[in-house]
C-alpha cells in the first residue's frame, strides 16, 4: 500500500499522541552534544509545539540555560510501526497558561509542590522537520520475495521527509 507524505505525517501524530515516550537530546551544548534522554511529548496541535514537563536540575534545561539550541526527537511506536527522527529548536519556557492547560494527574506524581513547585520546569520544541519511517514487516516482506516482488521498492513509500514548520 503506497502512503502519501501527508498520510506518513498523520501516522506521525497519531503516534506521538498516543504513544509520548520519545528520546530527546541537544546537538550541542557547552558540554558537547546533550546524550538524548526518555522524556515524555505533549502537543495540543500537530506541527507542535512539543512540550516536555521537566525538572530544573535536568541536563537539558541546565545546558540551555534561558537561551535555544538545536535538538533532536526521536519516537519509536509501541508497535513499532512507526519511527520517527524530529529536528528543532528546544528552549526552556515556564509558560503557565500551558501548564494549566496539560497538567494531569501523571505530571503532578513528579512534583510535590504541584504547579507551583519550585523544582518544575517546561521546554518547549518548536520541530522544523522530520524523517518518519513505516515498519514493513519482515515477514510479508519474505513472502513478496518469493513472489518475486522487490520489497525495497514497496517500503519507498512507506519513508517521508517532511516540513513541519507550517
Not at 521537566?54 to 508497535?79: F, P, R, W
Amino acid at each position: 500500500m503506497s502512503h502519501t507524505p501527508q498520510e506518513l505525517e498523520q501516522k506521525f501524530w497519531k503516534a506521538l499522541q498516543s504513544d509520548r515516550t520519545v528520546m530527546l537530546g541537544l546537538e550541542d551544548s557547552a558540554e558537547g552534544p546533550g546524550l538524548p534522554r526518555p522524556m515524555t511529548a505533549l502537543y495540543e496541535h500537530e506541527h507542535g509545539p512539543i512540550w516536555f514537563f521537566t525538572a530544573t536540575d535536568n541536563g537539558l534545561v541546565e545546558a540551555l540555560g534561558s537561551g535555544a539550541a538545536a535538538a533532536t526527537m526521536t519516537l519509536t511506536s509501541k508497535d513499532h510501526e512507526v519511527f520517527a527522527t524530529v529536528t528543532g529548536q528546544l528552549r526552556s519556557q515556564l509558560d503557565r497558561t500551558v501548564i494549566e492547560r496539560l497538567w494531569n494527574p501523571f505530571i503532578a506524581a513528579w512534583y510535590e509542590g504541584g504547579k507551583d513547585d519550585p523544582k518544575l520546569a517546561l521546554l518547549r520544541l518548536d520541530p522544523d522537520q522530520a524523517e518518519v519511517w513505516l515498519n514493513e514487516n519482515s515477514l510479508l516482506a519474505g513472502v513478496k520475495l518469493l513472489l518475486g516482488a522487490d520489497p525495497k521498492r514497496s517500503y519507498r513509500d512507506k519513508t517521508a521527509k517532511l516540513d513541519l514548520k507550517h
